[in-house]
Nanobody, 119 residues
Framework: QVQLVESGGGLVQPGGSLRLSCANS????????MRWYRQAPGKERELVAH????????TYADSVKGRFTISRDNTKNTVYLQMNSLKPDDTAVYYC????????????WGQGTQVTVSS
C-alpha cells in the first residue's frame, strides 16, 4: 500500500511559522493533484489547501488564506505547506493526500503530522 510520508510538524508559539513536507517515491507524482487536510480534536477533517498537478493553480480554506502557501516540486516528489502567522485554532493533525488525475478512486494518504500552536 502506497503511503505518503509527512514531516515538519511540531510545537510553535502563536504568530510563528512551520513548513510541512510530504513525499513519496513510489508514485508518478506529476499525475496527482495534492491536498493538505487537517483534523482537530472533536472536529471533522477539513480541506486546507489544494494544488494542481503542475503547481500552477492553488486553492485555500478561508480560515488559512493569506497565511498558508501550498507548493510542490515534482522533481523531488514532494509537496509543501508553508504556514505563517499560526494561531491556536490551527492546532490539528495535518494530512497530505494524493488524488490521481484520471483513475477514479486512486487516493493515497499520509499518516499525519501533529501541529500544536500554543504559548
Amino acid at each position: 500500500q502506497v503511503q505518503l510520508v509527512e514531516s515538519g510538524g511540531g510545537l510553535v508559539q502563536p504568530g510563528g511559522s512551520l513548513r510541512l513536507s510530504c513525499a513519496n517515491s513510489e508514485i508518478t507524482f506529476s499525475m496527482y493533484v495534492m491536498r493538505w487536510y487537517r483534523q482537530a480534536p472533536g472536529k471533522e477533517r477539513e480541506l486546507v489547501a489544494h494544488i494542481n498537478s503542475a503547481g500552477s493553480y492553488t486553492t485555500y480554506a478561508d480560515s488559512v488564506k493569506g497565511r498558508f502557501t501550498i507548493s510542490r516540486d515534482n522533481t523531488k516528489n514532494t509537496v509543501y505547506l508553508q504556514m505563517n502567522s499560526l494561531k491556536p485554532d490551527d492546532t490539528a493533525v495535518y494530512y497530505c493526500c494524493a488524488v490521481h488525475l484520471y483513475r477514479d478512486g486512486v487516493v493515497y494518504w499520509g499518516q499525519g503530522t501533529q501541529v500544536t500552536v500554543s504559548s
